[in-house]
């Protein structure tokens, strides 16, 4: 950063890249003028119980993704790609189908980035839990 300005930067980063601006404002203070670290991954920093329970969440949730790369794996061997793919995308709720009654800008009217998303989320989660077809 010293290469591109004299001045402090603002810096943010998220998981990993939250540990990296951690450890640039510890060994080079003098070039963050700000930092937001979001959610960095430091376990290290969780006693007893709280520390177990995140290894274990970690854990399965890398067995998870083993699973179902096989599971992916073994759909495009027998179905071809777009198909294995199209059951993947499902499974993340990327093909969903979902469409909101109303424009998004509408929900989203005079509430801040974050309430407007929180919004449609729950929105969205309400429809689908109550079995109603949003097109």
């Known amino acids: 950063m010293a290469k591109l300005t004299d001045e402090p930067a603002y810096v943010f980063g998220s998981s990993s890249g939250a540990c990296i601006g951690l450890d640039l404002s510890i060994r080079h203070p003098e070039q963050v003028r700000v930092l937001i670290p979001h959610e960095p991954i430091l376990l290290q920093l969780l006693f007893g119980d709280e520390q177990a329970q995140a290894r274990q969440s970690l854990k399965d949730l890398k ?52 309430s407007r998303i929180s919004s449609h989320l729950k929105y969205r989660e309400y429809a689908a839990t109550h079995g109603i077809s949003i097109r």
């Open 63 to 114: 067995e998870n993704i083993r699973r179902e790369l096989k599971d992916l794996e073994e759909n495009i061997r027998r179905e071809g790609v777009l198909s294995a793919f199209m059951k993947f995308s499902s499974k993340l709720g990327m093909n969903s189908g979902y469409r909101s009654a109303q424009p998004i800008e509408d929900l989203m009217e005079g509430s801040s980035p974050i």
